[in-house]
């Protein structure tokens, strides 16, 4: 799947994204409603101001007496008890604000972690191919920054949302008090200005979607300017950097502001129309005041109620409209929910068990895409301990051959076997804990050159660590170091050389102690010196093992117990160095006499 081509095709299909979301609310839903019910009378309390000018203008400004439930108040002591009232019901309002925030808040915050969590823990399983074809910046954007929209906004604009129709609410029936023929007009304003709020909807999806895309070439960049600093420095690229991040910048201001474009007279029109509203109640109220029909006190709180009753209004449609892009980034989160790693385990999986007789190819054929086969009907038979040596081409398919034991990827045609048992009907986990790989360029992770070896075997004893130490040649390295084996690597482990990082990954392959072995390239980067160390620590690791050699080292192919060459995706000879040699203007004997015997030349 292509997360840069997302059409979040489920974003305005709210119950089922309701439903979706749910699992992650219900944990905390009692907080979460208690959060919303506190929301009411937060609301609710905006429309006390309003609604107390009626009774100060109509008792105590008109110095009359209020009669109330029986009780004679007399209008002084409604004149010295109204403002510490309103103080009053601020310090409540005040107080249910906070303890909404806090709610709301928290309950978010766990909802949002929740969401991310589940998400990165279906990112760490997806199939390699998924990392081939994804941009590391659109896979942060996706699976960090989605999620915190996409839950976070559900909460916070459900409770604003609360809040804001509350106090309109609350607001409305003041109005209602006072004159419910004004009353009606003013909730006709209303009703006229959300509607522009459902005709842009469409507009917010697709700018929010384009803008994932944007942000997450902007991040790419970020990352690739990181990754690659020293060939932005040595190729002076940073003028090419800086391009490609205005670039992105540029793009997302166009995108964002072509939003504003349309979403920006919103506002203004609901004002306007609300102005009208206004207009015309105070022509009116003025009138009805006049023939007697309403007393100036009704006449204040309304007007009052009114003017106030914009900023809600105002908040219900800005709240509307950006959880429009809530929605949006939750059907984005959810598709990729749905998307499950095409490498996966079967659902019956058998045991793996020690290999006894060996490794069979058998008919494999291979592509990464459907434009051209990179392997074709490869049968191949590797016995149990034995070494093979895989040459040919460049390009050829060697790394993609040995990619497919540990199903980085699946075979497209044929199948590979374990002592005639389909690799695919182990499970994964197993698989992969039968196979030690030794890349050209090993990852290692932020962390102590110990925890880089331990990761591979968490329960390791001392006694392991320093056997593979040993038997890795790593122990010169650590010797050297201030911190030893607690020297804190930088990121991706570049702060060592390559053949010391290149014998920390041995170690750390070793204490894994698995039957199989695949080495890929893991010489060729190094110079002469390391190389002689690092061959000799390959040599330890691959003892008794099951191997598969990828190298240009000519006494590492003619060591092995036989060759395989891969040409063009084929595999075209097979046999020891010696038959192969034999073979008259054989593939093996070209590559022998064109590459090899140079190679040797220099050592
Ligand atoms: N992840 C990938 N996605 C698509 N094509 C790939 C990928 N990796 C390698 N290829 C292509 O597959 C072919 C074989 O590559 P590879 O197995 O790496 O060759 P070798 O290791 O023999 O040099 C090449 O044409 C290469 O371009
Ligand atoms: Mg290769």
Not at 70 to 86: D, S
Not at 263 to 276: E, H, K, N
Not at 389 to 415: C, W
Not at 533 to 551: C, G, P, R, W
Request: hydrophobic share 45%; aromatic share 10%.
């Amino acid at each position: 799947m292509k997360l840069k081509d997302t059409q979040a095709l489920t974003s305005f299909d709210y119950s089922w994204l309701l439903k979706r979301i749910f699992p992650y609310v219900k944990p905390f839903l009692g907080r979460v409603i208690l959060g919303f019910l506190i929301a009411v009378p937060v609301g609710l309390l905006d429309g006390v101001v309003s609604f107390s000018l009626k009774p100060y203008m109509d008792y105590v400004i008109g110095k009359q007496d209020l009669a109330f439930a029986g009780f004679i108040i007399p209008y002084i002591a409604l004149a010295y008890a109204m403002p510490f009232l309103v103080v009053f019901f601020a310090l409540i309002q005040g107080l249910l604000r906070y303890l909404n925030s806090y709610l709301t808040d928290w309950t978010s915050l766990k909802i949002t972690n929740a969401v991310k969590n589940d998400l990165f823990a279906r990112l760490v399983y997806m199939d390699t191919s998924f990392f081939d074809i994804n941009s590391s910046g659109m896979i942060i954007n996706r699976y960090l920054s989605d999620p915190d929209t996409a839950s976070r906004g559900v909460v916070d604009q459900i409770k604003t949302f609360i809040i804001s129709l509350f106090g309109a609410l609350s607001l409305v029936v003041v109005m209602l008090y006072s004159s419910w023929k004004l009353a009606l007009v003013g909730v006709l304003v209303l009703g006229v200005a959300f509607l522009p709020v459902f005709l842009i909807r469409k507009k917010i999806k697709s700018v929010s979607n384009q803008n994932t895309v944007i942000i997450g070439d902007i991040m790419t960049t970020m990352n690739e300017t990181y990754s690659g600093n020293k060939v932005v420095t040595a190729y002076n690229l940073q003028e090419r950097q800086k391009a490609s991040f205005l670039r992105g910048i540029n793009e997302s201001f166009n995108v964002s502001i072509s939003l504003t474009k349309r979403v920006g007279w919103m506002s203004p029109v609901m004002y306007l129309i609300a102005s009208f509203g206004i207009a015309f109640v105070l022509f009116y109220g003025t009138k009805l005041i006049y023939l007697g029909h309403m007393t100036a006190g009704s006449f204040a709180s309304f007007v009052t109620s009114l003017l106030l009753l914009y900023k809600p209004v105002k908040t219900l449609g800005n709240t509307l409209t950006s959880i429009q892009n809530t929605f949006v980034a939750m059907g984005r989160v959810f598709e990729l929910f749905d998307y499950v790693p095409k490498i996966k385990d079967n659902e019956n999986t058998v045991a793996i068990r020690e290999i006894q007789e060996g490794i069979t190819f058998d008919n494999v054929s291979f592509s990464y895409n459907s434009e051209n086969t990179v392997l074709k009907n490869i049968n191949l038979n590797v016995k149990k301990g034995e070494t093979i040596a895989i040459v040919g081409n460049s390009g050829g398919g060697k790394s993609t051959l040995v990619n497919l034991l540990p199903r980085f990827y699946d075979v497209s045609e044929g199948s590979i076997k374990f002592d005639g048992t389909d690799i695919r009907s182990f499970k994964l986990k197993d698989l992969r804990n039968s196979i030690s790989f030794v890349f050209q360029d090993n990852f290692l992770f932020t962390g102590t050159i110990k925890e880089n070896i331990l990761l591979a075997k968490n329960n390791a004893t001392d006694e392991d660590l320093n056997r593979a130490i040993k038997a890795s040649h790593l122990e010169e390295v650590i010797d050297m170091l201030p911190d030893g084996i607690e020297t804190v690597l930088g990121e991706r482990g570049l702060t060592l050389s390559g053949g010391q990082r290149q014998r920390v990954a041995i170690a750390r392959a070793m204490i894994r102690n698995t039957p199989i072995i695949i080495l890929d390239e893991a010489t060729s980067a190094l110079d002469n010196e390391s190389e002689a160390v690092v061959q000799k620590a390959l040599d330890n690791l691959t003892e008794n093992k099951t191997v598969f050699v990828i190298a240009h080292r000519l006494s590492t192919i003619k060591n092995a117990d036989r060759i395989a060459v891969i040409n063009n995706g084929e595999l075209a000879e097979l046999g020891t160095h010696e038959e192969l040699l034999s073979i008259n203007d054989g593939l093996y004997k070209h590559l022998y006499e064109m590459q090899f015997n140079k190679v040797e030349a220099e050592v």
